[in-house]
T-cell receptor
Framework: AQSVAQPEDQVNVAEGNPLTVKCTYS??????LFWYVQYPNRGLQFLLK??????LVKGSYGFEAEFNKSQTSFHLKKPSALVSDSALYFC????????????FGAGTRLTVKP | DAGVTQSPTHLIKTRGQQVTLRCSPK?????VSWYQQALGQGPQFIFQ???????QRGNFPDRFSGHQFPNYSSELNVNALWLGDSALYLC???????????????FGQGTRLTVV
């Protein structure tokens, strides 16, 4: 069965600094990887996905993620953090291309301080 | 273009009662999945509906059931509510027939269920 791990419950960065939110995954087949963001009392908003192709994936709001097969990682990055990026971030993985059975990590709370 | 809509937004029920939550998928989407997100946790997959049938199910008891209608909207029913069923219930829609480039799921705002 597929699973993801987000090793950090909380990440704190200063505005303007680069940010990284970590994610590692485990699947038996090919991984299909996603990042979502959740603001308070809201649903999840899609940021980006990796299906195949370039290991560096660019997404919404200036976020990007790097797929690393050898390290089974899919870390979320942004070159310059904004206070408005403060939210809960979830990594998710699918083992089957045609499945909606996404397995989510426990989430990482990102706080960007002015 | 309306996204995924869920109703109601908040709900309070008593232990032992039954509840029905509703979801309308994003326009053009034919697949609906339901997730339970307990406080401080990531979403947990409940089940998925496609072509009006339950196609996949997560590790949830039979008290959790669902339905998909011909217009692709969906309902989640929970019987004999427990205190532990208190959570944010999220509906996600996607389009299974449009290939791997469109595999991301779009989520609704969720229904906050409180069981007392």
């Amino acid at each position: 069965a597929q699973s993801v791990a987000q090793p950090e419950d909380q990440v704190n960065v200063a505005e303007g600094n680069p940010l990284t939110v970590k994610c590692t995954y485990s699947v038996s087949g090919n991984p299909y990887l996603f990042w979502y963001v959740q603001y308070p009392n809201r649903g999840l908003q899609f940021l980006l996905k990796y299906i195949t192709g370039d290991n560096l994936v660019k997404g919404s709001y200036g976020f990007e993620a790097e797929f690393n097969k050898s390290q089974t990682s899919f870390h979320l990055k942004k070159p310059s953090a904004l206070v408005s990026d403060s939210a809960l971030y979830f990594c998710a993985v699918r083992d089957m291309l045609w499945s909606n059975d996404m397995r989510f990590g426990a989430g990482t709370r990102l706080t960007v301080k002015p | 273009d309306a996204g995924v809509t869920q109703s109601p937004t908040h709900l309070i029920k008593t232990r032992g009662q039954q509840v029905t939550l509703r979801c309308s998928p994003k326009s053009g989407h034919d697949t609906v999945s339901w997730y339970q997100q307990a406080l401080g946790q990531g979403p947990q997959f409940i089940f998925q509906y496609y072509e009006e049938e339950e196609r996949q199910r997560g590790n949830f008891p039979d008290r959790f059931s669902g339905h998909q209608f011909p217009n692709y909207s969906s309902e989640l029913n929970v019987n004999a509510l427990w205190l532990g069923d208190s959570a944010l219930y999220l509906c996600a829609s996607s389009s299974e027939g449009q290939g791997p480039a469109n595999t991301e799921a779009f989520f609704g705002q969720g229904t906050r269920l409180t069981v007392v």
